[in-house]
């Protein structure tokens, strides 16, 4: 087990606040929101016509060459120009950094692994329907499974099918960079990727790989994605005011936003780091990860299962929630929040920070950027780190936007409307970044300023 640190040397963002981790940061800063009608297919007639799509994205801007990845799905291709930016940042892209066939380099392929938490490629749904629709027999009111067959081999692409399987976006970033090391991907649905960040944390410290990709990707705005979260009534449904939501910890808050897009991480072991000069943006000081048990899409109304996320990744970190740090503040100077916006999950993540952190909770800066980019699914967590190491490397941190009516028992600081600059309070140095997903899967990292 590697006694040193493990860090981050590399980010990349596309989100639908922009493609590349400034511009993203930004935005959230000025409390821009990326929601608007749905435009990728005919959404008019559905419960809840609007979401937060990732807009005027190319691969062809990230990658010297895009044509292999012509046929990958958008979550695949996200994930693709996420990691580009945390490629070149982390200084990869530089001559003799990474070793290749019959030319070694600072770092070693196979000693270079990728953890995603990746979701399922986008269906090629226009043509799926097609095939349904176009076989379907009115006189024996059934599918004619011949008529089938005989019009999905015309109108549908091995290709397209086979990049629905989630495996599809780590193999396209492993091809794309040259990853031959451990290759992992998980897709614990909302908490995915700081699941995958935690596991490729790990995967460093008992020294199975040098450098890890690390993060999530996922695209649902589509019909089947959107209509399954409208029949678990999880999204809002305010059409006519789809501008002003989600509201997270807002006592209005009627569910959450589909949104889209991926973040990446490179990390490595800090000893590694230093040794071949790269510039290191912060440390994952602690990851944590428990489950529910309780039910197929509810958390459990204690919060005992948060809790115990928090718990493992600040026992990691040396992180003791009672105590305070040399300016009387408590150890944890910002927590970027799952605050999805549906009645639940607020509740019950502010249930899991109050017994957690007692008397501290209410000191502590918490908010949700899913009110602005809305909830990206598997890559939800990445961004509450991305954006934690930015407010690190800042001293600011973001808003919670749309928020106007306080509910009763929801009473910590939420950073309400306006981000808030903490620099004179000493900045922001130890950050929590929460994640929940369906089936009750809870993870959490403790982030640290170094």
């Known amino acids: 087990m590697s006694e040193s640190p493990v860090v981050i040397t590399g980010m990349g963002w596309i989100t639908p606040l922009g493609h590349s981790v400034q511009a993203v940061w930004d935005a959230l800063l000025s409390g821009k929101s990326g929601v608007g009608r749905i435009s990728r297919f005919q959404a008019s007639t559905f419960k809840t016509n609007f979401a937060a799509e990732v807009k005027d994205f190319r691969l062809a801007d990230f990658l010297p060459d895009a044509s292999p990845h012509v046929d990958a799905g958008l979550n695949a291709q996200f994930a693709l120009a996420a990691a580009a930016q945390a490629f070149k940042q982390a200084g990869l892209d530089q001559p003799g950094v990474l070793g290749t066939a019959g030319r070694p380099g600072k770092i070693d392929p196979r000693r270079f692994g990728l953890y995603l938490g990746s979701g399922e490629g986008t269906l090629d749904f226009d043509n799926y329907a097609d095939v349904h629709v176009g076989s379907w027999d009115d006189a024996t009111k059934k599918v004619d499974a011949v008529k089938w067959a005989k019009l999905a081999y015309e109108k549908m692409s091995p290709a397209r099918e086979i990049e629905q399987e989630a495996s599809m976006t780590l193999a396209h970033v492993a ?47 589509h019909p089947l994605g959107v209509t399954g979260f409208i029949r678990l009534t999880a999204l809002s449904s305010r059409n006519e005011e789809h501008t002003t939501v989600p509201r997270p910890f807002d006592q209005t808050r009627d569910g959450f936003v589909m949104g889209e897009g991926a973040g990446m991480l490179v990390m490595e072991s800090k000893e590694h780091a230093l040794k071949r000069g790269a510039t290191i943006l912060a440390e994952i000081a602690g990851y944590g990860s428990s489950a529910d048990a309780f039910r197929i899409t509810d958390m459990h109304p204690r919060g005992d299962g948060p809790k115990a996320a928090m718990i493992g990744a600040l026992t990691q970190a040396g992180i003791d929630p009672a105590a305070l740090d040399e300016r009387s503040r408590p150890m944890i100077h910002y927590i970027s929040a799952h605050g999805t916006g549906t009645k639940e999950n607020d509740k019950i993540e502010t249930t899991a920070i109050k017994a957690l952190f007692g008397e501290h909770a209410p000191r502590i800066p918490i908010s949700s950027i899913k009110s602005m980019l809305g909830h990206l699914i598997a890559a939800a967590g990445v961004s509450n780190v991305i954006s934690s190491v930015m407010a690190m490397r800042s001293g600011w941190v973001p808003p919670t936007i749309n928020y106007t009516t306080p509910d009763a028992g929801l009473d910590l600081d939420y950073v309400v409307n306006k981000a808030r600059n903490l620099t004179d309070q000493g900045g922001v140095r130890a950050c929590l970044c929460n994640a929940y997903g369906f089936g009750g899967q809870n993870d959490c990292l403790v982030v640290r300023a170094v």
């Open 175 to 221: 091809w794309a960079f040259g990853c031959r090391g451990p290759a992992s991907n998980c897709l614990t649905a909302c908490a995915a990727s700081i699941q995958a960040i935690g596991e490729a944390f790990e995967t460093i410290r008992r020294g199975d790989a040098d450098v890890m990709f690390a993060g999530g990707a996922h695209s649902m705005v």
